[in-house]
């Protein structure tokens, strides 16, 4: 099964990814999270990406899209995968969309987790990040079981710079400029599906499961 995750940054994306990842047993890939792995390992790609995203800013297409591409075509994913956080440009979508079909193959389900704006603040400033493993927390509505630390690996939680207040409004015109545009494309390629990502994130996920099949 091949699933995009599309949606505002913090309507839940990574949340039901990972889930989904686990219940199909196939791999969740976060170009989020490849990103922040490469700035804390001091890469190249992490400098590059790093003085975008500190802005809100999308890192640029061609700096994202060859990674994806390489990433989907190694064995662990050969049975599908879910993309979270890609694509989110409209020239994303038009580049997975040829390197599928060069490899005969297609996405099988674009899951929209809708939210409104004015949910997103609110999800993105209680946002408690694991930098080590990815794992992501709530502070009211996903709390780790100890304050402050991740429950997988014991790594201190942090709040995530491009989630300060001041940076969210920013990537929520980024949002809405560039990456909601792939709605219609994924409407019109005849994969899109909807969740009310509003709900409580176990309702959520049995949402997303009615879609995809037990
Ligand atoms: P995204 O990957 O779309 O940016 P996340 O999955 O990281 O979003 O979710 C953003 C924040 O909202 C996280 O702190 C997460 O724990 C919380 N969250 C996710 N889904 C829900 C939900 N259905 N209800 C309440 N909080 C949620
Ligand atoms: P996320 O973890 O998905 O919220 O992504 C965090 C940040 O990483 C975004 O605000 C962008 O700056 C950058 N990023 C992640 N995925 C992409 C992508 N597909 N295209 C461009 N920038 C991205």
Redesign the pocket.
């Known amino acids: 099964m091949r699933i995009i995750m599309l ?1 505002a ?7 039901q990814a990972k889930k989904i990842a686990g219940k199909y047993n196939i791999p969740h890939i976060s170009t989020g999270d490849i990103f922040r792995a490469n700035i804390k390992n001091g890469t190249e790609l992490g400098k590059k990406a790093k003085t975008y995203m500190d802005q809100g800013l999308l890192v640029p297409d061609e700096l994202t899209c060859d990674l994806v591409v390489d990433r989907i075509q190694q064995e662990d994913a050969q049975n599908g995968y879910v993309l ?1 956080g890609f694509p989110r440009t409209i020239p994303q979508a038009e580049c997975l969309t040829a390197a599928l079909e060069k490899l005969g193959s297609k996405i099988d389900y674009a899951i929209d ?1 809708d939210v409104p704006d004015s949910n997103i603040v609110n ?2 400033s ?2 408690r990040a694991c930098l080590k493993c990815g794992a ?3 502070i009211v ?2 709390a780790p079981a100890k304050e402050g630390v991740c429950d997988t690996c014991g790594e201190a939680l942090v709040l995530r710079d491009d989630d300060k207040p001041e940076t969210v409004q920013k990537r929520l015109n980024v949002y809405h400029d560039q990456t909601q545009p792939l709605i219609d494309y994924y409407t019109k390629a005849g994969v899109l599906k909807s969740v009310d ?1 509003t ?3 176990e309702e ?1 996920f049995q949402a997303i499961v009615s879609i995809l099949g037990e």
């Open positions: 949606g940054p913090g309507a839940g994306k990574g949340t979270d987790v999800r993105m209680g946002r992501t927390y709530h509505y996903a990502g709900k409580d994130l959520v």
